[in-house]
């Protein structure tokens, strides 16, 4: 009995290694480092609450798929990297049910820029079952897995790097939700690049096959889990108002019942209104009941030398002169810590430090008002408009602090400040210059700025799309004093040391600024419109001897490319197909690169292995050549070659024989098999049609031919008697004889039926009339008396049939003694020892037999 328990016990650890109800949820993102070389992480978060679980996986292995046809394209393996728990927001809110692991695999890939470059972008994708068995919002929780997904750019965009990073740097779930309490939680992330976020509420997605712990992750489109009856995309969790996500990813929801929810949040990233990529982002929330409903703090303001509590939607002026401090006062229960924080709204610059004591300080007695002297900046937070601040009160209740906010709305008089001014040249309209390729010069002889005030001065360029400094413009200090500054803006204007072959004209401008008391925006603005004129450069040409060629399948296209550039510029000669890798299709084409002059080869084996197609097709092959002058300004020549690959028709080879012949046993039958084909230059193979389709006799012998336009092979056959019916009846075979050409890609063949009657000899035993005398003299003719091979037939011994065969013969003499005997049809008897005389004779057969005289004469 304890060797059966243990084995129970073993079997169902077992099981608890491969299945595993545990996840929680997680994400991906991806890092760019350097070159075409990124960090890819698989963040998994797990229940830990449940300990009868295994641990999480060593490692994972993620699948990369095309978006536009959803192409298999590689895998990765990413490491466990680090395995931690989760921390609540308030560890003295921590309950059992809520333990949460994050776990992190990772590996630096590389994203090859010959392979992901497709506009319509690429996925990567893992999955793992299964989910937490005691989700309330989904049928079969335990029987439902999770697809991880991952949507990524091209790393190349028209013909340049194109760098981005995901979305990353998530927060989780730290907390349970209370029912009918408010629940809120930032579940935003940031993206590095700087691209814009969405965030919206997603049916979450299933793996591929449900209750395998490890599928193989397959591509879109990927399966969605199965909402639980009254739940939806509407109403993931139950409350008033139901989870909901805000545009800047912050979660809210008041729940109004217990149980454990999954979601989803699809996180979509933009840039410049264009989407990227997206990624999902599953998680659970948990809501509980028994939760003491904590009272929030209240906060007020009161504005100096007022009475009355400030209302919300008042705009506070400030002037100049004015001390911008007021009292902020917070009440909430005895013993709660409650912790200021400021948060500006309409403008991204920290003010936290607009309290005048510490962030956070403990309520004493119950009523007790914490009075906090706030005092904002004299400079404005936003400039010519007012600027909104959020002062929030926070207490550490469980599960989630409470919360009071005074939202406030100010406008504030700057200092005052002289906007600085352009002395020299005249910023009133906008400078043209047009410069030579190859100089470095000075755009005007000085750039002059002063500012009535006093204060210090800074020059700097301002341009749309471009940094000036990659163009070779620059600024020199010249002098700098209180109120002036001058400087002199330099152009190197040479294509040996910037790119003007990319950009060559430009709209600049140089942005004369004052150091004010608040950094505001003042300032004056020198405009220029530049063009640098590049030199004269003529377009490479390219030369084929045509630009259609019609070829059959099965030979070979060749043919020279040449490309030439009056300028002697150095220059590449390549080529591509339309749609199609003229390497992978049996194509040769070697790209040259050279000054002024390169040709190449071109080489096509059109063959059915090379092309893999059954019927006419066109194929387009663009030869490109581009010059590099001075200026890399980059001139293309393309030119487009059509071959149109001609697939003839194939005639279906045929035979040239009959389809019923007639055999009789123990008689030697042949027949020339024949096939023809009408295309004359095919080659032809001939065969039996399988290894069963010859008859089961020995004496059937057939071998395989091969001809051009014609082929013919003997069938031989002496059938055996046992290929007869019951009492010796004729028995019919069929053979089944195939033939086949080797005109690709459509190979034709053709089945020809032959059926075979074989049937008893017949044998006219009343037609024998042996010789009756033979001369053994030694003159060389009648010497030996036989009974084969004679000239006439009725002299021969009967043929054997299946039904009489020959035995022997015996001659006797007058005295009836034997003087010979065979049991040989093809005997010969020389009648040595024999007198002249005459011989009887006794020839037997199995049902027959002859009797004679022989005379021997000498």
């Known amino acids: 009995m304890k060797k059966v328990l243990f084995l129970i016990i073993t079997c169902l650890a077992l099981h608890a290694k491969i299945w595993a109800w545990h996840i929680v949820g997680g994400e991906m993102e991806l890092t760019h480092l350097q070159d075409y070389t990124y960090q890819l992480n698989l963040i998994q978060y797990f229940d830990r609450a449940q300990s009868t679980n295994p641990g999480p996986d060593f490692s994972a292995t993620v699948y990369f798929f095309r978006n536009s046809d959803h192409t298999f394209i590689r895998t990765e393996t990413l490491f466990q990297a680090s395995d931690e728990s989760v921390a609540y927001t308030n560890p003295e809110c921590a309950i059992g049910d809520l333990q949460t692991g994050r776990v992190t695999y990772t590996a630096e890939i590389t994203l090859d820029p010959d392979i992901f470059n497709e506009e319509e972008g690429y996925y990567v994708t893992w999955e793992r079952c299964c989910r937490n068995a005691s989700i309330s919002n989904i049928v079969n929780p335990s029987g439902q897995g999770m697809t991880y997904v991952l949507e990524f750019p091209p790393v190349v965009k028209e013909g340049a790097q194109f760098i981005n990073s995901s979305p990353q740097l998530f927060p989780p779930l730290s907390d349970y939700a209370c029912i009918n309490q408010i629940y809120y939680a930032d579940f935003s992330g940031t993206d590095p690049d700087g691209d814009s976020i969405a965030y919206s509420l997603s049916t979450p997605l299933n793996s591929s096959v449900g209750g395998t712990p490890l599928p193989i992750p397959q591509p879109k489109p990927f399966p969605e889990i199965f909402f639980s ?177 005074v939202r406030m709305i100010f406008n504030v008089e700057p200092p005052a400040n002289n906007d600085p001014f352009y002395e020299s040249p005249s910023s009133a309209f906008p400078i043209q210059r047009t410069e030579e390729e190859g100089q470095v010069i000075a755009i005007d002889d000085l750039l002059i700025g002063k500012d009535d005030d006093m204060d210090s001065l800074r020059f700097f360029f301002v341009a749309d799309g471009y940094a000036p400094e990659d163009y070779g413009m620059s600024l020199v200090p010249e002098t700098n004093t209180l109120g002036e500054r001058s400087v002199t803006f ?112 071109f080489f096509w084996d059109l063959s059915c292995e090379n092309l893999n197609i059954t019927s006419s097709q066109t194929y387009k092959i663009f030869f490109t050549s581009e010059d590099e002058d001075v200026c890399y300004e980059s001139n293309k020549d393309t030119v487009e070659v059509i071959v149109n690959v001609i697939v003839p028709p194939n005639n279906t080879p045929t035979f040239e024989v009959e389809n019923n012949y007639t055999l009789s046993v123990n008689e030697e039958f042949e027949l020339d098999i024949v096939a023809s084909d009408g295309d004359n230059t095919d080659l032809l193979t001939l065969d039996l049609l399988s290894n069963n389709s010859a008859p089961p006799s020995e004496g059937f012998s057939f071998e395989p031919s091969t001809g051009i336009g014609r082929v013919s092979s003997s069938l031989s056959w002496t059938p055996e008697c ?46 024998f009339a042996p010789p009756n005398a033979f001369t053994p003299n030694g003159d060389g003719r009648n010497d030996t008396y036989s009974l084969s091979n004679l000239t006439e037939q009725y002299y021969n011994l009967p043929p054997d049939n299946c039904a009489d065969q020959f035995q022997s013969i015996v001659i006797f003499d007058r005295a009836g003694g034997t003087v010979f005997k065979s049991t040989d049809r093809e005997f010969n008897w020389t009648g040595q020892g024999a007198e002249n005389g005459t011989y009887f004779f006794h020839i037997d057969y199995i049902n027959t037999d002859y009797k004679g005289v022989i005379t021997l004469i000498r």
């Open 229 to 405: 009856g009254g739940f939806s995309i509407d109403n993931v969790i139950p409350g008033s108002p139901s989870l909901a996500i805000s545009d800047d990813g912050y979660l809210t929801v008041n729940p109004t019942n217990i149980g454990l929810y999954v979601f989803s949040v699809l996180v979509e990233e933009f840039r410049n209104g264009e989407k990227l990529g997206e990624l999902r982002r599953d998680f659970q929330m948990l809501v509980v009941d028994g939760c003491d409903p904590p009272t929030p703090p209240v906060a007020e303001v009161r504005l100096e030398g007022e009475t009355d509590l400030y209302t919300e939607g008042t705009v506070i002026s400030y002037s100049t002169a004015d001390e911008k401090c007021f009292e902020y006062l917070v009440v909430d229960n005895a013993g709660e810590n409650v912790s200021f924080k400021a948060v500006g709204v309409n403008f991204d610059e920290e003010v936290s430090d607009i309290f005048k004591i510490d962030s956070s300080t403990i309520i004493n007695e119950e009523g007790d008002t914490l009075r906090v002297e706030v005092c904002i900046s004299d400079c404005p937070y936003k400039q010519d408009e007012p600027f909104i601040i959020d002062l929030i009160a926070s207490d550490n209740a469980c599960p989630l602090p409470q919360r009071d906010t």
């Open 722 to 767: 046992g290929l007869l019916g019951d009492n010796f009846e004729s028995n019919t075979y069929s053979v089944d004889f195939f033939v086949y050409d080797d005109n690709c890609p459509n190979i034709e063949s053709e089945v020809h039926t032959i059926t075979f009657e074989v049937t008893e000899l017949t044998v006219e035993y009343g037609q």
């Open 490 to 601: 330099n152009w190197n204007t040479s294509c040996e040391s910037y790119p003007f072959g990319d950009q060559n004209i430009f709209d600049l401008g140089i942005v004369l600024e004052d150091y004010d008391t608040c950094a505001l925006d003042s300032g004056d603005t020198l405009f220029y419109e530049l063009e640098v004129i590049l030199p004269d450069n003529t377009l490479p040409t390219i030369s084929v001897p045509s630009n259609t060629y019609n070829r059959l399948i099965k030979t070979n296209l060749p043919f020279e490319v040449s490309a030439t550039d009056a300028d002697n510029d150095p220059i590449t000669l390549t080529a591509f197909g339309d749609g199609f890798n003229l390497q992978s299709m049996g194509a040769v084409f070697e790209n040259q690169s050279g000054d002024g002059n390169v040709s190449s080869d």
